[in-house]
């Protein structure tokens, strides 16, 4: 399966929550996560999305850690079943 389907299941199941995932593009800043996920109830994250056998480049490693060592909540969804775990977790308010 594609990236980019993975992505827009993704999307949709935010949408269907309520919430947006913003396409994330940050010019000079290679590796940031694909998506900038808002959730209902001011609930914010980065997800990464990858295929089941995707991996992160070093420059995505550096952008994550760098991200969560100031606190920011990131997700790395390796497929179609990590995006549906993540949908059901996020569905029950766990995130």
Request: aromatic share 6%; proline share 6%; net charge positive.
């Amino acid at each position: 399966m594609k990236e980019s389907q993975i992505e827009a299941r993704l999307v949709r199941g935010v949408k269907a929550l309520g919430g947006r995932a913003y396409k994330f593009v940050s010019p000079g800043n290679t590796g940031v996560p694909d998506r900038l996920v808002v959730l209902p109830g001011g609930r914010i994250l980065f997800v990464e999305l990858k295929t089941d056998t995707g991996k992160l480049s070093p420059m995505q490693i550096r952008q994550i850690d760098s991200l969560r060592s100031r606190g920011v909540p990131v997700r790395v969804l390796y497929g179609m079943p990590a995006v549906e775990e993540f949908l059901k977790v996020v569905k029950l308010d766990e995130i």
